[in-house]
Each structure stands twice: as C-alpha cells, then as structure tokens.
C-alpha cells in the first residue's frame, strides 16, 4: 500500500482562525480523500480532491469552510476555515489507487482542538 | 493518543477467545466491503476486503463472512491477542459507480491478558 504521511499530526487553535492539513503520499495515485472524524464517531467523508480541478464535496460540506487543493498525483490539502469548536475532530485523508485501484488507505490523521 | 471509541458499542474478550465483530450495511447495491482497524491516535487500517460474488474470504487469523440476503457482514478475528484491541469499522462501496466509502458505526474490541 501507498505511504501517506499528514502534517500536521496534531494542534490547538482559537476560534476564528483556519488550518490548513497536508497530505502526501509517497506514489502517484489516482483519487485522493477528505475525511472527518469527530470525537468517538466514524468516519464522514468531506470531498474528493481532484487534480487539476475543483474537489467533489460531499453534502454539508462547502468549499468556502474547508477549501482543498491538489497540485499533482501525489499531495493534497484540506484547510478548515474560521474555525469554531465544533471543528474539533480527527481529518484524516485517504488514498486510491497506486497498487490496488479498489481499496482505500489512510494517513495517520490530524487531531484539530479547538478553543 | 486521542480515543475513537468514546461511544461506540463494545466488545470484551479474554485472550485466545475468538471475537465476531457485525456490521449491517445499508446499499444494496454496495459490490465491495472493507474492515478497517483503528488504533488510538491512529488512522484506519485495511484489514481484509470482500467482493460481492463472495460470501467468505479468508486472511491471516481473520475471515469476513457476507450475507448479501439481509446486508450483513462480519469478522471473525481467531485467537484474539491484546494486540487486536481497536475499534473496528466495516465500510461500502459500489465499484461501478462513484468510488467513495460509506463507514459504519463501528465497534471497539477489548481484550484482556
């Protein structure tokens, strides 16, 4: 499977502001993945990134509050703007393609705090 | 590392107990389902996928078993070591379509020494 690293792995914002994640994987593929996890749920898909055009959201989510971009086939970015406390969740990207063209493998996430 | 399982059902297990973890799914028309484990302050890891044309597909210690009938799906984890203790999510896809995954709830695995 593809190598996916996120940074980054971890921060504490305030309220108002925005973060922007990346996500690169070590191998050219074909799909790219925004995910979200809140605290003590599953997994709920954001977007998919697309290269070389606007990603493909996912009913609840808009471009103006989580803006993505994908330059090329192997990095991505996932920002979420103006923060509030409901943000507070795991946002974990997520790779198709490489070796296998079914199955999805995901990076290690980025645990966003809130204040 | 942050918990996921905070809500999640939960299974207890001693070690060496085999553990069936279930997953009903909601699309009939979902061809392709994935188990992924989730360790604390970890992302998802693939564990064993299975095809629609299949009811049972085998892996090391672990077997996925699908009933197309009433959309179910389950794993079966043989010889539960301390090392499975995670949260478990089953997750859909229809490969004929758009590919994007449908997870389900999921459910956090216990074992004790």
């Known amino acids: 499977s593809a190598v996916i690293s996120q940074k980054p792995s971890r921060d504490i914002c305030q309220r108002g502001t925005s973060l922007t994640i990346q996500c690169q994987v070590d191998?050219?593929?074909?799909?790219m993945f925004w995910y979200r996890q809140q605290p003590g749920q599953s997994l709920t898909l954001i977007a998919t990134a697309n290269q070389g055009s606007e990603a493909t959201y996912e009913s609840g989510f808009v471009i103006d509050k989580f803006p993505i971009s994908r330059p090329n086939l192997t990095f991505s970015t996932l920002t979420v703007s103006n923060m509030s406390p409901e943000d507070s969740s795991i946002y974990l990207c997520s790779v198709l393609g490489g070796r296998t063209t079914d199955t999805q493998y995901f990076g290690p996430g980025t645990r966003l705090t809130v204040l | 590392g942050e918990s996921v399982g905070l809500h999640l059902p939960t299974l207890s297990v001693q070690e060496g107990d085999n553990s069936i973890i279930n997953c009903a799914y909601s699309?009939?028309?979902?061809?392709?389902f994935i188990w992924y484990k989730q360790e604390s302050g970890k992302g998802p890891q693939f564990i064993i996928d299975?095809?629609?044309?299949?009811d049972k597909r085998q892996g090391q210690r672990v077997t996925v078993l699908l009933n197309k009938t009433v959309k179910h799906l389950s794993l079966q984890i043989a010889a539960t070591q301390p090392g499975d203790s995670a949260v478990y999510f089953c997750a859909e896809n229809s490969l004929s379509g758009y590919s994007t995954l449908t997870f389900g709830k999921g459910t956090m695995l216990l074992v004790s020494p």
């Open positions: 299975i095809r629609s044309n299949m």
């Open positions: 699309n009939s028309a979902s061809d392709y």
């Open positions: 191998s050219q593929v074909t799909m």
